[in-house]
């Protein structure tokens, strides 16, 4: 059974402030998506990264996948309280298990004006 | 181009009733996955579908739950005999091909009185 650990589970900072949430695992991933959720709604997809090493800009937003596809993290700089929400990693596991998405337990942000 | 839509939003039953939950994939889409989210736990997958057909139910609890497909019309997630355990929240998503993104509804919350 594959697992993806997210840490921290919960993050209150001020604006202005950077934070780097992490998604670690012992297994490989295929793929690995960034999702953020708000209340009542549905995740929306953020970035997706396929490549060891590979790292992606979305405005403040910056994702990293981790040399051997185990790990990701996300960083967001100067964040914003319009950041505020739930972020969740999730893995594609590739294969038979291929449309299989592993979720993290996400990491609750809240940004104080 | 509308997303994926899901309904009903929020479905309340009794224990022993059936609850039906629908989804309706991107336009031009036809994968569809279905994920369950427990209060105070992730999302979890559920079963992978195409058109007509089951390729992957492995998170399906073995007992009372069922999934289709059709050629026609949405993705049917069906639960016979709720019991309390069954409140959740239901997510849909769909992608156009098994190696694409997925794109998640705003999904159904079960409540089982």
């Known amino acids: 059974t594959q697992l993806l650990e997210q840490s921290p589970q919960f993050l209150s900072i001020q604006e202005g402030e950077n934070l780097t949430v992490y998604c670690n695992s012992s297994?490989?991933?295929?793929?690995l998506q960034w999702y953020r959720q708000e209340p009542g709604e549905g995740p929306v997809l953020l970035v997706t990264?396929?490549?060891?090493?590979e790292v992606k800009k979305l405005k403040r937003l910056t994702f990293q996948f981790g040399d051997a596809r185990k790990d990701s993290s996300l960083h967001i700089t100067a964040a914003q309280p319009g950041d505020t929400g739930l972020y969740l990693c999730a893995g594609g596991a590739g294969g038979t298990s291929y449309g299989k998405l592993t979720f993290g337990q996400g990491t609750i942000l809240t940004v104080h004006p | 181009n509308a997303g994926v839509m899901q309904n009903p939003r929020h479905l309340v039953r009794r224990r022993g009733q059936e609850a039906r939950l629908r989804c309706s994939p991107m336009k031009g889409h036809s994968h569809v996955y279905w994920y369950r989210q427990l209060p105070e736990e992730g999302l979890k997958f559920m079963v992978y579908l195409q058109k007509e057909n089951i390729i992957d139910e492995s998170g399906m609890p073995k007992e009372r739950f069922s999934a289709e497909f059709p050629k026609e019309g949405p993705s049917i997630l069906r639960i016979q005999q709720v019991v309390r355990g069954d409140s959740a929240a239901y997510f849909c998503a769909s992608s156009p091909g098994l190696h694409n993104e997925q794109f998640f509804g705003p999904g159904t919350r079960l409540t089982v009185l």
């Open positions: 297994s490989v991933f295929s793929s």
């Open positions: 990264v396929v490549t060891g090493g």
